[in-house]
């Protein structure tokens, strides 16, 4: 336990009620569901997927994309994006000013990147995104287990 | 609702569908954004990219998206939308819609309401022609229930619940409601039939059908309240949102009459050879006024503005206070200091970035609140000073003695200890580092720099940050010789040594100009920026560089047609599309026709106001955030932002008119800047000091009537004049100002 940040907690709690800590703990706790997908990280033919449920903070279009595993940052042309409803996955060297990534309010987003070979156990993976409009480069880092591929259905 | 029954003529009016015209609706707690197309969409474009922002919002939350309502059989409904839309009328308060579809004329009404935030919407439906004795009505509401202080992030799952007369929806603490009169008789989630009760998972649009029995002869109405925002706000709420459907009868009188007491309260500008330039200011007064904010009880400000800065952020509203004093709203300003200091931090509170003694940069019902800029303290010393001068009552500083002392001590704390300069940036550092000792998952920005351009990097001493601390020293001085205290002397001699850094240090001869920023290590940050142009406006630097500067930046690499550019398009990083990095902001824009002002430069402060006022005009009463810095067109930019009008409003109070109230020493004084071709103008109804100064302007001679409770000193260029209480007098009179 750190205390430190018990300590935090409870200097907001006595000067503004703990109904405020308790409001901001919530939003906390939303922004960790709610952009990350729980346990979405697994395992795909030629390397590994994960799922954002949102945008990690900022929305609208993105001129850069840049994924990196365990540190390490990976080949754009392996790295794809693909928002739902939307037609294809968006190959990340292929961003551009012109051609930019757009990720709306809310809407899930499959990222997937070709790793060999397939790992396996945790791993920490660091998306970093830079919008059309506010240069400052926005990253959301995780790390997780990678799940097994889904069994495929009969 | 008739033309006759309006406050003014309508905002927006037409019998086609205007997609591309935002339109805002909003009352103390809640507000509904659409366009002007008879739909209930935005699509906006938002950081580069068209994203649908249509729907209801309050407490801080959108509560829903597009609210789509449609009308027909069952089985056969149409769309309320373009193809059926007849004609559109919006004022601040409401908008009405009229729509014809297969033998029926139906009127939309959408209210801002008071009792429950949220908004009110009345279906009227009458008969054209033949058709069957049912009419269905079918309306979706999007769930979206996103706190809007989080961008880009909405939930996927919601617990969905009837109760009583309502329909509710809940995620993640925050809540929605709906009820309706009649009550509907069947509701769908996603497409599927839902009888009621409890339901969770994932949803994304609760659908109500109404089988609504309309006469041949006469009509039929069905009447909404959607509303909501913090869950407990709702669940604490009992049938709150059933009496407000119950007081539908009188939501169009109240909403009307409430704007319509407002704007008979506020003073009249009238500028006969400027006529752009009133109607500028009317509409920016109305845009101004539609931020005001009462999210929940005991909080108190004005959203920085729609679509997605719907919260309460006090560097905004540090810009905003001022023009709400001068519109009149004295207790508006009071209300929102007393919220500002409630929130003030009282030690370090490193998981909110705060420090003590800083004021919250923003904050939202709950409450949750945040801290961790540079300048947003900064300007709260000059606003309580305002109210001093404004009001003429001392006495109305007594809360915030020792509230001013922690700023001054906070801000004492953030001067650099060689060079003495005020120093911005890196004040959310502590805050990362805690929140990522928080979650299983990590977020960030990279924006290292808290000042008003918080997307660019200008550390360590940004000019105009040390214009703040400059004025924040004077005000404090200024309070502090008032109301008597001891150390009236130290502050001033602060002040003159902040006054100094600003005058002597930021020089760049080469450019005529002030350099953007200093770092630590004394390299000065070589940008040209509209920022140093606060420094003239301010009056710290001497007339002849600050003339210099002044007309520097009307040149074509920071000025523009459209507005200023936030950096020189000749700097390497200059980019027409980045945020702070070369877009136009109207801001800016405010600053260089108050700089104009102060160097005596009139048609060039008459030039940037009438800019402005054009912008505000052509946007129907709305006044985007922000410019390509190529092209006069909005990108990235919310519809309607305090910063846009307000800086506005102010500028023609103090820089066209030249007025500076001192009403605790019984004085105003009014150096006016108009231009030599200008015959006349007047500004009526100014509210100061517990009464009302009216001015008329005529060829250099300004007569001045005063109804107020005491005499008033009233002070031009050329002498005084006393005005005693219910008496009028005259200015010496002054040569007209020749062209500048």
């Given at each position: 336990m750190d205390l430190g940040l018990l300590k935090a907690g409870f200097d907001i709690g006595r000067e503004f009620g703990w109904h405020s800590l308790e409001e901001m703990a919530r939003i906390a706790l939303y922004v960790e569901r709610e952009i990350y997908e729980s346990?979405?990280?697994?395992?795909?033919?030629?390397?590994?997927?994960?799922?954002?449920?949102s945008p990690p903070l900022r929305m609208g279009a993105f001129q850069r994309a840049q994924l990196l595993w365990d540190g390490q940052a990976l080949d754009g042309a392996g790295c794809t994006a693909h928002p739902e409803d939307s037609g294809t996955p968006v190959r990340f060297d292929q961003l551009s000013r012109d051609a930019p990534l757009v990720l709306p309010v809310g809407r899930r987003v499959e990222f997937a990147a070709r790793i060999a070979p397939a790992p396996v156990g945790r791993h920490t993976i660091r998306l970093e995104l830079q919008s059309l409009a506010i240069p400052p480069t926005v990253w959301m880092q995780v790390s997780d287990e990678v799940r097994p591929p889904a069994p495929e259905s009969s | 609702m008739t033309p006759d029954s309006a406050p003014e003529p309508p905002l927006v009016a037409t019998t086609r569908p205007r997609p591309e015209q935002p339109l805002l609706v909003a009352g103390p707690g809640g507000a509904a954004i659409l366009s002007a197309d008879g739909s209930f969409c935005l699509p906006w474009d938002t950081r580069g990219a068209p994203l649908e922002w249509g729907g209801v919002y309050a407490q801080g939350v959108r509560l829903c998206g597009p609210w789509s309502v449609a009308v027909g059989s069952a089985g056969a409904v149409t769309p309320l939308g373009p193809a059926t839309l007849r004609s559109l009328r919006h004022w601040r308060w409401g908008v009405e819609t009229v729509h014809e579809l297969a033998g029926l004329r139906i009127v939309d009404e959408l209210f801002a309401i008071t009792g429950v935030p949220g908004v009110g919407r009345q279906l009227t439906v009458a008969r054209t022609g033949p058709g069957p004795d049912e009419v269905r009505v079918e309306c979706e509401v999007p769930l979206a229930l996103a706190p809007v202080l989080i961008e880009g992030v909405q939930p996927h799952d919601f617990e969905l619940r009837t109760r009583d007369t309502s329909v509710r929806a809940a995620a993640h603490g925050s809540a929605l409601c709906v009820e309706s009169e009649p009550l509907p008789s069947l509701l769908a989630v996603d497409g599927s039939p839902w009888i009621g009760g409890r339901r969770a998972g994932p949803a994304q649009a609760v659908r109500f059908a109404y089988d609504l029995a309309v006469p041949a002869e006469g009509a039929s109405t069905l009447a909404w309240v959607l509303w909501g925002g913090l869950e407990s706000t709702v669940e604490g709420s009992g049938r709150a949102g059933r009496a407000a459907l119950d007081s539908r009868e009188a939501w169009r009188g109240s909403a009307s009459a409430l704007w319509q007491a407002w704007a008979a309260s506020i003073p009249c500008l009238e500028?006969?050879?400027?006529?752009?330039?009133?109607?500028?200011?009317?509409?920016?007064?109305?845009?101004?006024?539609?931020?005001?904010?009462?999210?929940?009880?005991?909080?108190?400000?004005?959203?920085?503005?729609?679509?997605?800065?719907?919260?309460?952020?006090f560097r905004d509203i540090g810009w905003m206070l001022p023009a709400v004093l001068w519109l009149g709203d004295v207790d508006r300003v009071v209300a929102t200091l007393g919220t500002a200091f409630r929130f003030q931090a009282p030690r370090t509170l490193a998981l909110l970035g705060g420090t003590a003694g800083e004021l919250p940069m923003q904050l939202s019902p709950g409450p949750i609140f945040l801290y961790g800029t540079s300048d947003t303290t900064l300007y709260y010393p000059g606003i309580v000073r305002r109210l001093v001068r404004h009001t003429g009552d001392p006495s109305i500083a007594?809360?915030?003695?020792?509230?001013?002392?922690?700023?001054?001590?906070?801000?004492?704390?953030?001067?650099?200890?060689?060079?003495?300069?005020?120093?911005?940036?890196?004040?959310?550092?502590?805050?990362?580092?805690?929140?990522?000792?928080?979650?299983?998952?990590?977020?960030?920005?990279?924006?290292?720099?808290?000042?008003?351009?918080?997307?660019?990097?200008?550390?360590?001493?940004?000019?105009?940050?040390?214009?703040?601390?400059?004025?924040?020293?004077d005000?404090?001085?200024?309070?502090?010789?008032?109301?008597?205290?001891?150390?009236?002397?130290?502050?001033?001699?602060?002040?003159?040594?902040?006054?100094?850094?600003?005058?002597?240090?930021?020089?760049?001869?080469?450019?005529?100009?002030?350099?953007?920023?200093?770092?630590?290590?004394?390299?000065?940050?070589?940008?040209?920026?509209?920022?140093?142009?606060?420094?003239?406006?301010?009056?710290?630097?001497?007339?002849?560089?600050?003339?210099a500067v002044s007309e520097r930046a009307d040149e074509g690499d920071l000025s523009t047609a459209w507005g200023l550019r936030t950096l020189s398009s000749a700097d390497p990083s200059y980019d027409p599309l980045a945020y702070h990095e070369g877009q136009v902001w109207p801001i800016a824009t405010a600053w260089a026709a108050a700089a104009a002002f102060r160097t005596g430069r009139v048609d060039a402060g008459v030039h940037y106001l009438d800019l402005l006022a054009g912008q505000i005009v052509h946007e129907n009463g709305y006044a985007n955030e922000c410019y390509r810095g190529d092209a006069p067109t909005a990108f990235d930019s919310c519809f309607l932002l305090g910063f846009s009008v307000a800086p506005f409003l102010t500028t023609v109070f103090e820089g066209l008119w030249g007025l500076t109230p001192r009403l605790?020493?019984?004085?105003?004084?009014?150096?006016?800047?108009?231009?030599?071709?200008?015959?006349?103008?007047?500004?009526?109804?100014?509210?100061?000091?517990?009464?009302?100064?009216?001015?008329?302007?005529?060829?250099?001679?300004?007569?001045?009537?005063?109804?107020?409770?005491?005499?008033?000193?009233?002070?031009?260029?050329?002498?005084?004049?006393?005005?005693?209480?219910?008496?009028?007098?005259?200015?010496?009179?002054?040569?007209?100002t020749p062209p500048s």
């Open positions: 346990g979405s990280l697994r395992s795909v033919p030629g390397g590994i997927a994960f799922t954002l449920r | 500028t006969p050879d400027d006529p752009v330039l009133s109607s500028g200011y009317r509409l920016a007064a109305g845009a101004l006024r539609a931020l005001y904010s009462d999210p929940e009880p005991g909080m108190h400000g004005l959203v920085a503005g729609y679509p997605w800065y719907s919260a309460l952020w007594d809360p915030y003695p020792g509230g001013l002392a922690s700023i001054l001590d906070w801000a004492t704390g953030k001067l650099d200890a060689t060079s003495g300069l005020f120093t911005n940036g890196g004040e959310v550092e502590v805050m990362k580092q805690k929140a990522d000792e928080l979650g299983r998952v990590q977020y960030g920005i990279d924006a290292f720099d808290t000042t008003i351009w918080d997307s660019a990097d200008r550390r360590d001493h940004a000019v105009d940050i040390q214009v703040l601390w400059w004025e924040c020293l005000a404090l001085a200024d309070l502090e010789r008032i109301r008597g205290g001891s150390r009236t002397a130290e502050l001033e001699g602060r002040a003159a040594t902040a006054r100094r850094a600003v005058a002597d240090r930021y020089r760049w001869p080469e450019q005529r100009y002030l350099v953007d920023s200093i770092l630590r290590s004394g390299i000065r940050r070589e940008q040209v920026r509209p920022n140093a142009l606060r420094a003239v406006a301010a009056g710290l630097l001497d007339d002849a560089t600050a003339r605790h020493g019984r004085t105003v004084e009014c150096r006016p800047n108009f231009p030599a071709a200008w015959r006349s103008a007047a500004l009526l109804g100014l509210k100061l000091g517990g009464g009302t100064l009216d001015l008329r302007w005529t060829e250099g001679e300004i007569r001045a009537r005063w109804d107020g409770p005491w005499p008033l000193t009233f002070t031009g260029d050329h002498g005084s004049v006393e005005l005693a209480p219910g008496g009028s007098g005259t200015l010496p009179r002054s040569a007209p």
